[in-house]
């Protein structure tokens, strides 16, 4: 049992700070979080899913991850691929019944979910950059949805919460190569053709122009106040110019981690709508 749960925790390791934080802070500003045990139901939630997607991406991905990660449970032997499989059977089984605890609403969530990750693992869209980012984002947005169902005080949807989810997806569609700028090695080596693979300069002058008209965006429509919107762009304009200028995987490494503060800020903007709306 420790085994399996040692083993689960590093099969998501590296999402923590990319996915479960920022989809947690999402669900927290924009349900808004309804009370603890809201709260922890959404993080449980979330989790399992995580680990549904990645015990599927991972069994796909060992000549990769020997490179980019070698500690990984199939990569360092923890694991056989048998046993992979197995594990990925039991996190739909797992991730359907918990899902369907809560409604139909949620099934059709986590059915979504199952979807896009059999498209991105299996039927290879993980190998196009541009198939790569539309089931990233597919997960990204069910992943928002179904945690800021659970966090609310009702699992209703509203304008705000949809609204927040959709320009999330966009967010993340126009931004996601941050993540492949230190992988560039391990994925060239698995014939992985990434934006930043494709087009080594013109993705991180992308990146930095998205970033910029994000923070400007983002701020203006949440119209999150004047200090907040500035120290947001000025954190955007860092993080587009840290990639622009340094390209060495040690920096592209740092420079995702601080992509993923700015990510977790533009997360939480629309906490500001929610303040502001007078209790129904
Ligand atoms: C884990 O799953 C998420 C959601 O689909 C995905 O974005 C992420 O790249 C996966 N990470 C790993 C290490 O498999």
Redesign the pocket.
């Given at each position: 049992m420790q085994h399996l749960i040692y083993t689960a925790i590093l099969f998501t390791w590296?999402?923590y700070k990319t996915?479960l934080i920022p989809v947690t802070a999402f669900a927290c500003a924009t349900g808004p979080i309804h009370s603890v045990s809201k709260l922890l139901q959404s993080i449980a939630w979330i989790w399992i899913h995580?680990l549904l997607?990645?015990v599927s991406?991972?069994a796909g991905s060992e000549a990769e991850d020997k490179i980019n990660h070698p500690w990984r449970p199939l990569p360092s032997g923890m694991i056989t691929k048998s046993q992979a499989r197995q594990l990925r059977m039991g996190t739909v089984i797992t991730c359907l019944l918990w899902s369907w605890f809560y409604g139909l609403d949620l099934v059709a969530i986590t059915a979504a979910l199952i979807a896009t990750?059999w498209m991105y693992d299996e039927a290879g869209l993980s190998n196009t950059a541009l198939g790569k980012n539309f089931c990233?984002i597919g997960?990204?947005v069910s992943l928002e949805l179904g945690a800021t169902k659970l966090m609310g005080k009702t699992l209703q949807l509203d304008t705000v919460s949809i609204t927040a989810a959709l320009l999330s997806g966009a967010l993340i569609f126009t931004t996601i190569q941050a993540q492949d700028f230190p992988d560039v090695e391990g994925d060239a080596a698995s014939g992985r053709i990434t934006f930043p693979i494709y087009a080594p300069e013109f993705s991180r002058v992308f990146t930095l122009f998205a970033t910029v008209m994000w923070s400007i965006g983002l701020g203006w429509y949440w119209a999150s106040g004047t200090v907040v919107w500035e120290a947001f762009t000025i954190l955007g304009l860092y993080v587009g110019f840290r990639y622009y200028k340094w390209r060495t995987p040690d920096r592209d490494r740092r420079s995702y981690l601080i992509f993923n503060v700015w990510l977790v800020c533009a997360h939480l903007l629309p906490l500001h709508a929610r303040l502001n709306v007078p209790p129904a």
């Open positions: 590296t999402d996915i995580l997607c990645n991406n991972q990750t990233n997960g990204y």
